[in-house]
């Protein structure tokens, strides 16, 4: 069966500070991954999402980068944080090759920036 | 066009009530339609989802009613319970696939 890992649980950053959220995939080969965020008591914004190593699109500009080194692995990162990058980091992954409407969550990542 | 409007915001239902979420959609190349729930401090996970072709999809307590001509869709909870408290979004995706377009999300509180 298929897991999605994310990594740390819970962040505290002090703004201008730099950042790397990891997520991973296992159990499945060549998936669609994807990065969101959820803002306290909000909605899923979706921030990027990638269809292979290298392929990364961007769908909300800010100082946020995401970067796929390996065919499971997903990282989203900072140079600095801003307070406004507070949130709860989400990563999901569906199959490729097919319709990939499903979306699969982990388990996500709390950020605090102070 | 690719927006999908959830209401309400929040909901409060006894428990043994219905629990009612609405969602519209304008984009009507939308044509798979799922409900994620999240619990607090968790990932959203997929609760249940319909296509097009069906006007209601039942799994346990848990049914969605399609309205293609409305371009409507709405989750019902049958004989809510405390554990269900959580909150619920919509989504809707199209035949490109790789996307799904969430609703702002509802937060249910049911009350014992």
């Known amino acids: 069966s298929q897991t999605i890992h994310q990594w740390p649980a819970t962040l505290v950053q002090p703004v201008g500070s730099p950042l790397s959220l990891e997520c991973t995939v296992e159990g499945t080969s060549n998936p669609n991954l994807y990065w969101y965020r959820q803002a306290a008591g909000r909605g899923l914004q979706l921030l990027f999402y990638?269809?292979?190593?290298?392929?990364i699109s961007s769908e909300v500009p800010q100082n946020l980068s995401a970067s796929r080194p390996q065919d499971r692995q997903f990282i989203l990162s900072s140079k600095k944080l801003l307070l406004s990058d507070s949130g709860f980091y989400l990563c999901?992954?569906?199959?490729?090759?097919?319709?990939?409407?499903?979306?699969?969550f982990g388990p996500g990542t709390r950020l605090t920036v102070l | 066009q690719q927006q999908v409007k959830q209401s309400p915001q929040s909901l409060i239902v006894q428990k043994g009530g219905i629990s009612i979420i609405n969602c519209a959609y304008e984009n009507t190349a939308f044509d798979y339609f799922p409900w994620y729930q999240q619990f607090p401090g968790k990932g959203p996970a997929l609760l249940i989802a319909?296509?097009?072709?069906?006007s209601e999809k039942k799994e346990g307590r848990f049914t969605i009613s399609f309205n293609k001509s409305a371009k409507q869709f709405s989750l019902h909870i049958m004989d809510s319970q405390p554990g269900d408290s959580a909150t619920y979004f919509c989504?809707?995706?199209?035949?490109?696939?790789?996307?799904?377009?969430f609703g702002g999300g509802t937060r249910l509180m049911v009350k014992p």
């Open positions: 990638s269809v292979g190593i290298g392929q």
């Open positions: 989504a809707a995706s199209n035949n490109a696939g790789n996307m799904l377009t």
């Open positions: 319909i296509r097009p072709d069906v």
């Open positions: 999901a992954w569906s199959p490729l090759g097919r319709r990939t409407d499903t979306q699969y």
